[in-house]
RNA sequence: CGGGCCGUAGUGUAACGGUAGCACGAGACGUUUGGGACGUUUUAGUCCGAGUUCAAAUCUCGGCGGCCCGACCA
């Protein structure tokens, strides 16, 4: 893409009302823009990091068998009334809103989805009767709404959010916990390609009514609101709401082990036994025609904290910083502005190789000095940088500066296409 | 939801109860051009509503909004 094109604009400054670093970045990149608290919109540069965080997480969902759906997020009150949950009581996170004139069921009241155990369980009624359509998984990205008491540090804790919501429905216990285990095991694998496999742990949690445990996936990062105690040999934590004498032995892990650090719960997954399925009445008949509930369990990761959690983590004084996996493009080629007319035809022949060669390459082709270029390019945070200015001598070599590292190389086209394949 | 702090051009910041100023940005012209350059010039603001006062950005009350701490977080 070219930048000229590009509508967005960098910012000196943070807003005065933006505390949390990921935020401030965010914003002064341009790739977010707050329209309320707790309510950002994503823009161009925004939303490609954002999708790629989505299709990460969509093919390790696949790999496990998910199917994707997308459901709605106007909810229908009498499911809701049915699992108990509707009232402002039993949760208290509901945005409700209610339908023109005619009186519905519930008066007319309709509510904006903060979850969607009820939907899909009432939804699958139609779709599970028998052990033979059993086990299923489905999944889907959407937006939650959720009435956050407070909204706080920027898109870490919003009141509308995106989230990849999984639900396992399974026909027993043990077959419930061997997919359990699959999705914690794919839950790594995502958050190790998006760049926080080295600060995530796997953390014991609370159960909440249908389990002893949840399993939390924390980001070890001072911007996290969660503290959690963990063990780096067994890659494992526990978070402070468990932790307990009676915990730590049922784990059989020692207090002296564990260090106290502040996280960020970038996943969860639970358990939720038949709570759901027998107040819904999801049933299957088994293998001997008797009528059983189906076992439930639900697996959350937001892709739009992920994002935040990774801007949290890789930036510096200049700017952000993306793994190349989470990047809106790979390459910042950067034309310097010069009298010599062959300067820009060179970089604008370099852009159309890389297009040609399907590199994701952002050309700042805008008639700006150099200073500015590369002070934006540092606050973009592409993962290499290429300069194309008069300095560039004639052997066909290309400066490429790391902008994690800070190395500068100079290589030549295949060496910079074999740089970025990865 | 309890407590605290705070609302001034697009952004960041000044102004004792007495002329709303500065910087950046944006526009124009010129000089510049490998780390946010310089000159001339233009543009744009006191969150909303009451009250006190000769006079309110400033004091008082109410509303709305923002941030922080806590509680909460299936």
Redesign the pocket.
């Known amino acids: 893409m070219r930048q000229s094109q590009l509508f967005t604009?960098?910012?000196?400054?943070a807003?005065?009302?933006?505390?949390?670093k990921n935020a401030q970045l965010l914003i002064r990149a341009g790739y977010i823009h707050k329209e309320?608290?707790?309510v950002y919109s994503f823009l161009p540069l925004g939303l490609r990091v954002l999708n790629k965080v989505i299709q990460i997480i969509r093919e390790e969902m696949n790999e496990i068998g998910g199917q994707e759906v997308h459901l709605t997020a106007l909810q229908d009150p009498i499911t809701w009334q049915t699992s108990g949950r509707w009232s402002d009581e039993a949760?208290?996170?509901w945005f409700k809103t209610r339908l023109h004139g005619a009186e519905l069921h519930g008066g007319g009241e309709l509510g904006l989805a903060?979850?969607h155990e009820e939907a899909l369980a009432a939804l699958m009624r139609g779709h599970i009767t028998s052990y033979k359509d059993l086990p299923l998984y489905a999944y889907q990205f959407q937006t939650?709404f959720?009435n956050?008491?407070?909204?706080?540090?920027g898109i870490l804790r919003a009141r509308e959010f995106l989230m990849k919501d999984l639900y396992s429905f399974s026909r027993t216990e043990e077959e419930f916990r061997d997919f359990y285990e699959q999705v914690a095991a794919a839950y790594l694998r995502i958050f190790k390609r998006v760049g926080l496999g080295g600060k995530t742990y796997r953390t014991f949690a609370s159960g909440?009514s249908f389990s002893k445990y949840s399993d939390e996936f924390q980001t070890i990062c001072p911007a996290g609101?969660d503290i959690i105690y963990l063990n780096k040999e067994k890659r494992v934590a526990v978070n402070k709401e468990v932790y307990t004498e009676e915990v730590l032995a049922d784990l059989k892990l020692d207090r002296k082990k564990l260090k106290e650090v502040k996280a960020i719960e970038v996943g969860n997954i639970f358990p939720l036994g038949t709570k759901y399925s027998e107040a819904l009445g999801l049933t299957y008949r088994d293998e001997v025609g008797d009528s059983r509930p189906v076992i439930m369990g639900?697996y959350?990761i937001g892709p739009g904290r992920v994002m935040g959690t990774v801007a949290e983590i890789f930036s510096d004084e200049?700017g952000l910083s993306w793994p190349q996996s989470v990047a809106p493009f790979t390459i910042h080629l950067i034309e310097?502005?010069?009298k010599d007319a062959a300067i820009k035809q060179r970089a604008g022949e370099l852009y159309q190789k890389f297009c040609d060669a399907g590199v994701e390459v952002l050309y700042d082709d805008r008639d700006l000095?150099?200073?500015?270029k590369?002070?934006?390019s540092?606050?973009l945070g592409l993962p290499y940088r290429v300069?194309?200015?008069?300095?560039?001598e004639a052997d066909g070599l290309y400066?490429v500066?790391n902008r994690a590292s800070g190395e500068v190389n100079r290589l030549n086209e295949v060496a910079v296409l074999e740089l970025t394949a990865k």
């Open positions: 604009k960098t910012r000196r400054e807003p005065k009302d933006e505390v949390a309320m608290a707790g949760n208290d996170t903060n979850t939650k959720r956050e008491r407070r909204a706080k540090s909440g609101e639900s959350g200049a310097l502005p010069s000095r150099a200073g500015e590369f002070a934006d540092d606050l300069v194309i200015g008069e300095k560039i400066e500066k």
